[in-house]
């Protein structure tokens, strides 16, 4: 119900752009929340934005350089990500909350996207 797509290879510094798209039920009511896993390592939270796109919260390692936004008329949210760092790799994870309280905890979430990979090179 949750399609995450756009990830690729980027060089270092530069931007890309991952969407998150709906189907089967509408998530305009939902928290969407980005969560990232880089290998070998846990999935960790990125950023979450209100049903309303009023409210975003992000983590401190990608604060300044990404940021989340949502079309709730397209059941799409995207994760616009510049400046990026080698350390920026992973697959990307969409996901949706019933609630705007702790975001950062994966367990909020019913559901999940597939994940697409992003690979940043130095």
């Known amino acids: 119900q949750l399609q995450a797509s756009g990830g690729g290879l980027v060089q270092a510094g530069g931007s890309l752009r991952v969407s998150c798209a709906a189907s089967?039920?509408?998530?305009?009511?939902?928290?969407m929340g980005w969560f990232r896993q880089a290998p070998g390592k846990e999935r960790e939270f990125v950023g979450a934005?209100?049903?309303?796109?009023?409210?975003?919260y992000y983590a401190d390692s990608v604060k300044g350089r990404f940021t989340i936004s949502r079309d709730n008329a397209k059941n799409t949210v995207y994760l616009q990500m510049n400046s990026l760092k080698p350390e920026d790799t992973a697959v990307y994870y969409c996901?949706?909350?019933?609630?705007?309280?702790?975001?950062?905890?994966?367990?909020?979430?019913?559901?999940w996207g597939q994940g697409t990979l992003v690979t940043v090179s130095s």
């Open positions: 996901a949706a909350a019933p609630a705007y309280t702790r975001v950062r905890d994966s367990d909020e979430y019913d559901y």
């Open positions: 934005i209100s049903w309303s796109g009023g409210r975003t």
């Open positions: 089967g039920r509408t998530f305009s009511t939902y928290v």
